[in-house]
């Protein structure tokens, strides 16, 4: 039986070393070996790939192309073991730490709330919920699951709808007693405030509603809807925000909903994880609990966002798809997601969206 045909790992570990600090004295310092055992190591690294990885000058060195290629390679490679090192020694009983990446705002308004009791039922099962929005990589982020608003199709994953989202527009009942809100018309006296990752959030509700868009008066811009909720309450504008993270603001006043209509999607939440870690006993418990906290209706209601002709594997919209109208019809047909929505006492067509773009949390 062939062995594999690799270089010793200490002379990939060295070499790794060397171009990440591109140094072969602190290369040898960080190593605890001397800078002559470096340097004899990466020489025989170079022997055994037959290549130059470094172009040695007379006080600085520098990776060849091969040596980049080879250096890309091997930091991956090592990140890999790294991090199934740290899972394993992180392991207790076959459970372990469970590492869960959150949607800032869904973390705390909504999983937070519901943690004592995955405690009670769980006692033994131990959480660390780091903050997590960007693109999805296990390795480096070193997590477990994480939850994601988008369209089910992040490449090299396993993805289960959790629940949609119905959003409505809301203020300040201070800001609503100065400027009346009494038809759709009367938003073009405020200003409106956007979320920077879902720029066509507004217009989906419009067009959903049968408004328009003409003479609205854009407000501040926030990148997550936990600001969005508190620019709202101090009066900074009219917002337009998931139902679900305002329960409390609606039910004690500070926060005020003009209007009935309430939209949903596009898009939904999902609990992602990989092929490999959806197979550990920590990933599957939680998953089972976390799912059981939703309706089935409401997830069977939520994954019909999911549509690979439509979107790539990170959730953008392909070039020339027409989110909107497909949206539209969504709001108006997704059982259980909305109520009907009413059309707006002016019938002025509406602009027509801009490219697709990618919405998220």
């Known amino acids: 039986m062939r062995g594999r045909n690799l270089p010793s790992l200490n002379a990939m570990r060295t070499f790794e070393a060397v171009a990440r600090l591109n140094s072969f004295t602190l290369a040898a310092t960080e190593l605890n070996v001397t800078q002559s055992a470096t340097s004899r190591m990466v020489r025989s690294l170079e022997e055994y790939l037959d290549v130059a990885l470094f172009v040695r000058q007379s006080r600085r060195i520098e990776l060849t192309d091969q040596g980049r290629f080879y250096n890309a390679l091997i930091r991956e490679a090592l990140d890999r073991l790294e991090a199934g090192t740290i899972e394993m020694m992180s392991t207790r009983d076959g459970k372990g730490t469970l590492t869960i990446g959150m949607l800032p705002t869904f973390g705390t308004r909504w999983l937070v709330p519901r943690l004592a009791a995955f405690q ?96 609205l008066h854009w407000g501040l811009q926030f990148e997550h809807f936990f600001m969005i909720i508190e620019a709202a309450v101090h009066g900074l504008g009219v917002a337009l925000l998931p139902s679900f993270l305002i329960d409390d603001e609606i039910r004690n006043g500070t926060l005020v909903a003009p209007f009935p209509n309430r939209v949903a999607g596009p ?88 490219p697709c773009e990618r919405h998220s949390l």
């Open 267 to 354: 898009g939904a939440y999902y609990i992602v994880t990989t092929v490999a870690k959806s197979e550990l006993p920590r990933v599957k418990l939680f998953r089972k609990w976390l799912l059981s906290q939703t309706d089935p209706a409401a997830r069977a209601s939520a994954d019909q966002w999911r549509d690979p002709g439509m979107f790539n594997g990170q959730g953008d919209h392909q070039p020339g798809c027409s989110l909107l109208g497909r949206s539209s019809r969504r709001a108006a047909t997704a059982s259980g997601q909305t109520k009907p929505v009413s059309p707006a006492p002016h019938g002025t067509q509406l602009k027509s969206p801009g």
């Open 120 to 215: 009670e039922e769980y006692p033994d099962s131990a959480l660390n919920i780091v903050s997590s929005d960007g693109d999805l990589d296990f390795t480096k982020e070193r997590i477990d699951v994480a939850i994601r608003f988008g369209y089910g199709n992040w490449p090299d994953t396993i993805a289960d709808p959790l629940m949609g989202e119905e959003v409505l527009v809301v203020c300040s009942p201070e800001l609503a007693a100065a400027r009346p809100l009494t038809t759709l018309d009367d938003l073009k006296h405020h200003r409106l405030i956007q979320h920077s990752t879902r720029p066509h959030s507004w217009e989906h509700w419009l067009l959903a509603v049968g408004a328009t868009r003409n003479d």
